[in-house]
């Protein structure tokens, strides 16, 4: 299969990327999470030089598509005023950090004061060499629930105590409380470096660098596991609030106001294409159902039921979104998800890169010169079982 082309760096709002339909805006709500100030600005930003669709990102990041040129400053000012700027997209780059959105509020939450120290510490010049994708994760809370998101340096939990492990070792080093976590989740980023971590091209992750032979210190490395890791939390009542997933990982600017109206004091954005509302606990007075959607997102962009169909199916934004892209996406995946078996998973790749999913899938279609490639239990880069399918071979495939 022809590799697709990889840029190796992610969009930000200073540096956007050109795509298909306009400009990729990716907006990083500082700790993950927004004021219901930020999330109407944000929709309205959406509205006036978008889509006007937000996107979740699986790095709980937020985009704005089809962005022209011209009315990218305009954007970066609205941006700013909504305190969802960075000073510069060097310090934007670094930022690259994902915290538990089901964590308490308020600001004495440990995770929020580990995210909040970390955020302040990578602002630090001598971090700047670290690539783009390289990434922190905050998942100390009760339950480990972010294990399968992918980041270098992780403080997690091991019963009452925080521990700092990196990406590709099973264990890490118990720390003695935040502070310390975020000192030594900063250390290792800097022996990363030091140690050759980054590559002639600019890129670099922690998982290969060890597996590549590199030897962590002993004074960065410990023998403490993680607490048991816990599956996803699904669409629906989550502890003392409520998580709502959005089909194909895209919200009307509509909808997001809706949400901002809910009466919580924050919308936390997840990496698993959902948005938490952590205070509220029955939006449904608040949300009536949606019919005039665009076709390839489905009744309503909002899902608040755990079984619904579309949440077995992971689509990018292939064309004509894409450029990398020979087929449309995810208006098949909405046609396929009703024909999916009860337990049955699907990842709809535009390419071989795989940027929704990149991993393994009980069935994943790969869009290759305008047809797809099936593959079985297996990544969108794997050997196909079958090729070059039309989209109506597909859904005869699948039943109808
Ligand atoms: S996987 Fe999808 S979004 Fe990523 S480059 Fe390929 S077509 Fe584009």
């Given at each position: 299969?022809?590799?697709?082309?990889?840029?190796?760096?992610?969009?930000?709002?200073?540096?956007?990327?050109?795509?298909?339909d306009?400009?990729?805006?990716?907006?990083?709500?500082?700790?993950?999470?927004?004021?219901?100030?930020?999330?109407?600005g944000?929709?309205?930003?959406?509205?006036?030089?978008?889509?006007?669709?937000v996107?979740?990102?699986?790095?709980?990041?937020?985009?704005?598509?089809?962005v022209?040129?011209?009315?990218?400053?305009?954007?970066?000012?609205?941006?700013?005023?909504?305190d969802?700027?960075?000073?510069?997209?060097?310090?934007?780059r670094?930022?690259?950090?994902?915290?538990?959105?089901?964590?308490?509020?308020?600001?004495?939450?440990?995770?929020t004061?580990c995210a909040?120290?970390?955020?302040?510490?990578?602002?630090?010049?001598?971090?700047?060499?670290?690539?783009?994708?390289?990434?922190?994760?905050?998942?100390?809370?009760?339950?480990?629930?972010?294990?399968?998101?992918?980041?270098?340096?992780?403080?997690?939990?091991?019963?009452a105590?925080?521990?700092?492990?990196a990406?590709?070792?099973?264990?890490?080093?118990?720390v003695?409380?935040?502070?310390?976590?975020?000192?030594?989740?900063?250390?290792?980023?800097?022996?990363?470096?030091?140690s050759?971590?980054?590559?002639?091209?600019g890129?670099?992750?922690?998982?290969?660098?060890?597996?590549?032979?590199?030897?962590?210190p002993?004074?960065?490395?410990?023998?403490?596991h993680p607490?048991?890791?816990?599956?996803?939390?699904?669409?629906?009542?989550?502890?003392?609030?409520?998580g709502?997933?959005?089909?194909?990982?895209?919200?009307?600017?509509?909808?997001?106001?809706r949400?901002?109206?809910?009466?919580?004091?924050?919308?936390?954005?997840?990496?698993?294409?959902?948005?938490?509302?952590?205070?509220?606990?029955d939006?449904?007075?608040?949300?009536?159902?949606?019919?005039?959607?665009?076709?390839?997102?489905?009744?309503?962009?909002?899902?608040?039921?755990?079984?619904?169909?579309?949440?077995?199916?992971?689509?990018?934004?292939?064309?004509?979104?894409?450029?990398?892209?020979?087929?449309?996406?995810?208006?098949?995946?909405?046609?396929?998800?009703?024909?999916?078996?009860?337990?049955?998973?699907?990842?709809i790749?535009?390419?071989?890169?795989?940027?929704?999913h990149?991993?393994?899938?009980?069935?994943?279609?790969?869009?290759?010169?305008?047809?797809?490639?099936?593959?079985?239990?297996g990544?969108?880069?794997?050997?196909?079982?079958?090729?070059?399918?039309?989209?109506?071979?597909?859904?005869?495939?699948?039943?109808?």
């Amino acid at each position: 299969m022809s590799a697709p082309t990889i840029k190796g760096w992610c969009p930000g709002a200073h540096r956007p990327m050109m795509s298909g339909d306009g400009l990729v805006v990716r907006v990083r709500p500082p700790l993950g999470e927004m004021t219901p100030r930020q999330a109407r600005g944000l929709a309205d930003l959406a509205a006036a030089h978008g889509h006007g669709v937000v996107e979740l990102t699986n790095r709980a990041n937020l985009q704005l598509r089809g962005v022209a040129e011209a009315d990218h400053p305009a954007l970066i000012q609205g941006l700013a005023a909504l305190d969802l700027l960075d000073a510069d997209s060097a310090a934007e780059r670094r930022r690259n950090i994902v915290t538990d959105p089901f964590r308490p509020l308020g600001v004495d939450d440990v995770q929020t004061r580990c995210a909040a120290a970390l955020t302040r510490g990578l602002a630090s010049r001598d971090l700047a060499p670290l690539p783009s994708k390289f990434g922190f994760v905050v998942d100390a809370g009760p339950e480990r629930r972010l294990a399968g998101i992918s980041g270098d340096v992780r403080i997690e939990a091991a019963g009452a105590h925080l521990l700092v492990r990196a990406d590709g070792r099973a264990t890490g080093r118990m720390v003695a409380n935040a502070a310390a976590a975020v000192r030594l989740a900063l250390e290792l980023a800097r022996w990363f470096l030091a140690s050759g971590g980054v590559g002639p091209d600019g890129r670099g992750r922690m998982r290969r660098h060890l597996a590549a032979g590199a030897t962590l210190p002993p004074e960065l490395s410990g023998d403490t596991h993680p607490q048991a890791d816990r599956p996803a939390p699904r669409p629906g009542p989550i502890g003392t609030g409520i998580g709502l997933a959005a089909a194909f990982g895209l919200i009307r600017a509509q909808s997001l106001h809706r949400l901002a109206d809910s009466g919580a004091r924050v919308l936390r954005i997840t990496p698993f294409r959902m948005v938490f509302l952590p205070d509220v606990q029955d939006l449904s007075v608040h949300d009536p159902s949606v019919h005039d959607l665009p076709p390839m997102i489905g009744a309503s962009d909002l899902i608040f039921d755990g079984d619904d169909p579309r949440l077995r199916v992971i689509a990018c934004s292939g064309a004509p979104a894409c450029p990398q892209a020979s087929v449309a996406t995810r208006d098949l995946a909405l046609k396929l998800a009703a024909r999916l078996p009860e337990k049955g998973q699907l990842h709809i790749s535009g390419c071989a890169k795989g940027c929704a999913h990149p991993a393994r899938s009980e069935l994943t279609l790969v869009g290759r010169a305008g047809a797809f490639d099936l593959v079985r239990d297996g990544a969108p880069w794997d050997e196909p079982l079958r090729r070059g399918a039309s989209p109506h071979q597909i859904l005869t495939l699948f039943g109808g």
